[in-house]
């Protein structure tokens, strides 16, 4: 039983994790049209300069309120970095797929080899408060408190994106953006305002799920962005592009599903039964679980 608990909750945590990367590569891609292969960079600056900001910013620290501000420049810093490439490198690219791709994939790459100069490539040491290097008791299991930090920041970050879709302003132009971007437009409001504040909030989520991430592993290093862009790539397709709900539902399965097969069967057995589950996904219903039905 309290390997199941254990399980359970270390697979939620993983959920997490790949919740907060998906959730705004989900809304770019439904707003925008924009596979952004760059979003990993978000998450690299976020885990970055949270990791710079504990030893550097004033009133910054690894511990108690200090950890939460250097948490918070690390959002801030991804969310900068998000708006500058949608300004300066996206804009100019809208509707135009191929290009769109190849931008973003160099900026990838351009950004891995960036933190690697500046920082090196081993894995560093992430600061990270001595209360998430213990465990909680749950029902028998002893379970990291890091994946259950993850655990509530994910259910915030939902819980903040949908009060957000729901009862502002822009949010209902995103998500009728989503739905219809050509009619918005044709109402006369600026949908480009609505792509920026995206991207935005995407590269926040991401540079959250960067600092946090952070904590999780106890490492951070240059390529952590890349690696965990790939699930967060399945989750989107498997949720549903352009859902934040359909993502949260597919983080969950990806999660538990790589946990209990990995614990059960052999290492990297649960990495192969999560692309299982994307194929088959994509041949039973190819627009997600929470997609709709595209009509010709």
């Known amino acids: 039983m309290s390997d199941v608990v254990l399980l359970t909750l270390t697979g939620l945590g993983l959920a997490a994790l790949y919740f907060l990367v998906a959730s705004g590569l989900s809304l770019v891609f439904g707003l925008a049209d924009v596979l952004n292969f760059a979003h990993g960079l978000f998450l690299g600056v976020g885990a970055y300069a949270t990791w710079w900001a504990a030893g550097n910013l004033p009133g910054a620290g690894s511990d108690g309120f200090g950890f939460v501000v250097a948490v918070a420049f690390g959002v801030l810093a991804g969310a900068l970095v998000a708006v500058l490439v949608e300004l300066v490198l996206i804009r100019p690219l809208y509707s135009r797929t ?25 894995p560093r040491p992430f600061p990270r408060p001595a209360w998430t290097r213990d465990v909680t008791g749950v029902l028998g299991a002893n379970v990291p408190n890091a994946g259950l930090l993850l655990i509530v920041a994910a259910a915030v970050v939902l819980g903040g994106l949908l009060a957000f879709l729901r009862w502002t302003r822009y949010g209902l132009v995103i998500r009728a953006g989503v739905e219809n971007r050509e009619m918005v437009t044709a109402l006369g409001i600026d949908v480009r305002k609505a792509f920026t504040l ?53 983080a969950v399965a990806v999660g538990l599903l790589q946990q209990f097969v990995n614990y059960y069967g052999t290492s990297g057995l649960g990495d192969l039964c999560v692309v299982g589950l994307l194929a088959a996904v994509l041949l039973l219903r190819p627009q997600g679980l929470a997609g709709k039905v595209a009509h010709a």
Not at 100 to 121: D, E, H, I, P, R
Request: charged fraction near 5%.
């Open 198 to 250: 995206v991207f935005a909030l995407g590269g926040a989520a991401a540079a959250l799920a960067g600092a946090l991430g952070g904590v999780y592993f106890g490492t951070v290093s240059p390529g952590q962005g890349g690696s965990l862009l790939i699930f967060a790539f399945i989750v989107v397709v498997i949720g549903g592009m352009g859902s934040v709900v359909g993502s949260a539902y597919a």
């Open 98 to 122: 191929i290009e769109q791709v190849l931008v973003t994939v160099g900026l990838s790459l351009a950004g891995v080899a960036l933190l690697q100069a500046t920082w090196g490539a081993d």
